[in-house]
Each structure stands twice: as C-alpha cells, then as structure tokens.
Nanobody, 114 residues
Framework: QVRLVESGGGLVQAGGSLRLSCAASGFIFSINGLGWYRQAPGKQRELVAS???????NYADAVKGRFTIARDNINNTVYLQMNSLKHEDTDIYYC????????WGQGTLVTVSE
C-alpha cells in the first residue's frame, strides 16, 4: 500500500525559505520518478518539480531557480528546498511518484505572507 507523508510546511515571510520532506513507502522508491505537486483551493493540482530515478530534475517555470528537488533512496525520502518564496507559492504541497499514483497523502501547507 502506497503511503506518503509530507512535512515541513509552515508560515514564512516572502523571501524566506522552507524545506519540505516526504517519507514514502509501499512502492519501489529507487526506480520511480518522484515529484512535488501543489494545489490551491479550487484549482487543479500542478507539478512543481520532478526527479527521475537517475537524478535528472525538472521544474515548473514559476519555481525554476528558486526550488530544488532531491531524493534520498536510502531513506525513501524526497525533499523540496524552497528559497526566495513568494506569496503566490502559498499552496498545499504534495509528493508522489512521477507519474503520480492514484493515492495522495495529506500534503503540507505552505503559507507565504507578503
């Protein structure tokens, strides 16, 4: 059974940083692509960053140069380092495989004050 537990969200001022973590289990972590996604109320979930099984990364234009995704295949954890945060980064952030499985965790709320 796929299990995804996100953490690290919180309230931060614009220009600040946060590091999100996601502990994953229930699938073969090391061979899957992984992604961080975000969703605002009433909007579709969008892919923010992804990393392949070989470590290649890709980012949405809105976060390029500010966010960094990293994976730890030993501890089945994926991270999202978020720097230079903007108010428009306020969202609930989720991790999943990439492409995503049907199951989603609770997510972690990131609130960036102006």
């Amino acid at each position: 059974q796929v299990r995804l537990v996100e953490s690290g969200g919180g309230l931060v001022q614009a220009g600040g940083s946060l590091r999100l973590s996601c502990a994953a289990s229930g699938f073969i972590f090391s061979i899957n692509g992984l992604g961080w996604y975000r969703q605002a109320p009433g909007k579709q979930r969008e892919l923010v960053a992804s990393v392949t099984s070989t470590g290649n990364t890709n980012y949405a234009d809105a976060v390029k140069g500010r966010f960094t995704i990293a994976r730890d295949n030993i501890n089945n954890t994926v991270y999202l380092q978020m720097n230079s945060l903007k108010h428009e980064d306020t969202d609930i952030y989720y991790c999943n495989a990439y492409p995503a499985y049907e199951y989603w965790g609770q997510g972690t709320l990131v609130t960036v004050s102006e």
